[in-house]
């Protein structure tokens, strides 16, 4: 409680493309190792990039989605290092002006929304993979990934904990994939995280020593990384110690992080333009066009769903958290389910079979049609709610049977005929004088209990509606 903890992110996403970012080699995954180089991509002497114009325009629809500035003038830069797997000895990146300006993307935290400042996003290229261990003393090159486009998102120092820093990593997921500029696909390496963590004494204003956990690729492991480095860092501190400015990975086997070299700095890397390169010119008509493509955004959704549908900001920004969730949602209100009713499905019944599984939204075997027809059998009282989840549950085992005749089979079917509900309710009150007597004088519970013994004589088919109001009338005579 006397730390504060500082946060920023910088996030690696793999733009989807079909080519690289300066050359025609093919972006697919999962080939033979070095199937996929080209005399660009492989650095051979005397060969000249051509930038991708699909990563640009990919670039240009992030920047309209967060609101930031699009810099209509941006350059790229060398970046000089030495890795095996970087072919040329330089990554292109840009520095100076990168083509994605200063933004802001909001996470809801605890029913509150926090608006986490994008500083900048850029284009660069990636490098290779190096595989060690393949063989006793060696490690293998793969150069298929070298030159694959990416967008470099980075944030201001906006996080203060685990919990923010996943929040929003999953938004800035979410709307890479809800715009269409990258697949998302963690495991493949789409979407990696680099996060920079320090600590610093309550309420002061000098920031402490950062260190950057490299690729992180899983939302767990961010969450599990942040919590072992700040603890780390806090006891390393009250112990005398101090802490280095360096890069450090996590191993999801043992939960620690570790050092791994130095942090280098930007004139490390000796950055100056490429000369083999014009700067990127963004005219008026690119951004107009780019803009008319872009679908409707989460944001603008959510206020259509406020007000056109009646949800709470809550409910709309849950429904909204993934493009795929939205379809589904959208699909059911055509089908005419009721918009409060399908959202409560979604995010509780849906969503919990769904994490149960691992599984996304579209491997869901209770399709959008289905879940509607459930919904609308309970708002023309056909079953209860109670009843609807188990007629979800044989649907999630068996999505090809019909809604209406498992209502009939599992002998669902609610009593809502009044004639038949008012006898139930006259028997039960027949038998019951005691609780009759004790809600009379004021006890509220025996109202319940009477409801209860209703139900049960009607084996859950009774409307519980219909059950109360009946009961209330009699009760009141």
């Given at each position: 409680?006397?730390?504060?903890?500082?946060?920023?992110?910088?996030?690696?996403?793999?733009?989807?493309?079909?080519?690289?970012?300066?050359?025609?080699?093919?972006?697919?995954?999962?080939?033979?190792?070095?199937?996929?180089?080209?005399?660009?991509?492989?650095?051979?002497?005397?060969?000249?990039?051509?930038?991708?114009?699909?990563?640009?325009?990919?670039?240009?629809?992030?920047?309209?989605?967060?609101?930031?500035?699009?810099?209509?003038?941006?350059?790229?830069?060398?970046?000089?290092?030495?890795?095996?797997?970087?072919?040329?000895?330089?990554?292109?990146?840009?520095?100076?002006?990168?083509?994605?300006?200063?933004?802001?993307?909001?996470?809801?935290?605890?029913?509150?929304?926090?608006?986490?400042?994008?500083?900048?996003?850029?284009?660069?290229?990636?490098?290779?993979?190096?595989?060690?261990?393949?063989?006793?003393?060696?490690?293998?090159?793969?150069?298929?990934?070298?030159?694959?486009?990416?967008?470099?998102?980075?944030?201001?120092?906006?996080?203060?904990?685990?919990?923010?820093?996943?929040?929003?990593?999953?938004?800035?997921?979410?709307?890479?994939?809800?715009?269409?500029?990258?697949?998302?696909?963690?495991?493949?390496?789409?979407?990696?995280?680099?996060?920079?963590?320090?600590?610093?004494?309550?309420?002061?204003?000098?920031?402490?020593?950062?260190?950057?956990?490299?690729?992180?690729?899983?939302?767990?492991?961010?969450?599990?990384?942040?919590?072992?480095?700040?603890?780390?860092?806090?006891?390393?501190?009250?112990?005398?110690?101090?802490?280095?400015?360096?890069?450090?990975?996590?191993?999801?086997?043992?939960?620690?992080?570790?050092?791994?070299?130095?942090?280098?700095?930007?004139?490390?890397?000796?950055?100056?333009?490429?000369?083999?390169?014009?700067?990127?010119?963004?005219?008026?008509?690119?951004?107009?066009?780019?803009?008319?493509?872009?679908?409707?955004?989460?944001?603008?959704?959510?206020?259509?769903?406020?007000?056109?549908?009646?949800?709470?900001?809550?409910?709309?920004?849950?429904?909204?958290?993934?493009?795929?969730?939205?379809?589904?949602?959208?699909?059911?209100?055509?089908?005419g389910a009721s918009a409060k009713?399908?959202?409560?499905?979604?995010?509780?019944?849906?969503?919990?079979?769904?994490?149960?599984g691992e599984m996304s939204i579209?491997?869901?075997?209770?399709?959008?049609?289905?879940?509607?027809?459930?919904?609308?059998?309970?708002?023309?009282?056909?079953?209860?709610?109670?009843?609807?989840?188990k007629v979800f549950e044989v649907?999630?085992?068996?999505?090809?049977?019909?809604?209406?005749?498992?209502?009939?089979?599992?002998?669902?079917?609610?009593?809502?005929?009044?004639?038949?509900?008012?006898?139930?309710?006259?028997?039960?009150?027949?038998?019951?004088?005691?609780?009759?007597?004790?809600?009379?004088?004021?006890?509220?519970?025996?109202?319940?209990?009477?409801?209860?013994?209703?139900?049960?004589?009607?084996?859950?088919?009774?409307?519980?509606?219909?059950?109360?109001?009946?009961?209330?009338?009699?009760?009141?005579?």
């Amino acid at each position: 409680m006397d730390w504060d903890i500082v946060i920023g992110i910088e996030t690696h996403v793999q733009l989807k493309t079909k080519t690289k970012q300066f050359s025609g080699a093919s972006t697919s995954f999962g080939n033979e190792p070095n199937s996929q180089g080209c005399l660009v991509s492989l650095a051979y002497p005397g060969v000249l990039p051509v930038l991708n114009q699909e990563a640009v325009n990919c670039a240009i629809k992030f920047g309209l989605s967060i609101d930031a500035i699009i810099n209509r003038k941006s350059i790229f830069a060398r970046k000089n290092y030495f890795y095996p797997d970087l072919p040329k000895g330089y990554q292109i990146s840009q520095f100076e002006l990168p083509i994605v300006g200063e933004g802001k993307l909001s996470i809801l935290i605890d029913n509150h929304t926090k608006d986490v400042r994008i500083l900048r996003a850029h284009l660069e290229e990636d490098a290779g993979k190096s595989s060690h261990g393949l063989s006793h003393g060696k490690s293998g090159i793969d150069l298929n990934r070298a030159g694959t486009p990416l967008l470099e998102i980075v944030t201001e120092p906006d996080m203060s904990s685990a919990e923010e820093a996943v929040a929003y990593a999953k938004k800035l997921h979410d709307l890479v994939q809800w715009i269409g500029i990258c697949d998302g696909n963690m495991q493949e390496g789409n979407f990696r995280c680099d996060v920079n963590v320090s600590v610093k004494k309550k309420g002061s204003d000098v920031l402490g020593t950062r260190r950057e956990i490299k690729n992180l690729n899983s939302f767990k492991y961010i969450k599990q990384a942040i919590d072992y480095e700040v603890n780390w860092q806090i006891e390393t501190i009250e112990d005398g110690g101090l802490i280095e400015q360096s890069t450090i990975l996590f191993n999801p086997d043992t939960g620690e992080t570790k050092a791994m070299r130095s942090k280098e700095e930007a004139n490390d890397y000796r950055y100056f333009p490429d000369p083999d390169l014009l700067p990127l010119i963004v005219t008026e008509e690119d951004m107009l066009i780019i803009k008319d493509s872009l679908p409707e955004l989460p944001s603008e959704m959510q206020s259509r769903f406020v007000k056109d549908l009646g949800l709470s900001m809550y409910d709309a920004t849950e429904i909204t958290s993934n493009k795929d969730v939205a379809d589904y949602f959208i699909g059911m209100i055509n089908k005419g389910a009721s918009a409060k009713l399908s959202v409560n499905w979604i995010v509780v019944n849906l969503f919990s079979r769904l994490n149960d599984g691992e599984m996304s939204i579209l491997d869901s075997p209770v399709t959008f049609e289905k879940l509607a027809e459930l919904i609308l059998k309970i708002e023309d009282q056909t079953i209860s709610n109670n009843a609807a989840k188990k007629v979800f549950e044989v649907l999630w085992k068996n999505p090809e049977e019909s809604v209406e005749e498992l209502i009939e089979k599992m002998g669902l079917k609610q009593i809502s005929d009044s004639s038949e509900v008012e006898g139930l309710v006259d028997q039960i009150l027949d038998s019951n004088a005691n609780m009759i007597d004790e809600f009379k004088s004021g006890k509220e519970k025996a109202f319940n209990a009477l409801v209860g013994q209703v139900m049960k004589a009607s084996k859950g088919k009774a409307n519980p509606s219909q059950v109360n109001e009946i009961l209330k009338k009699k009760l009141s005579n």
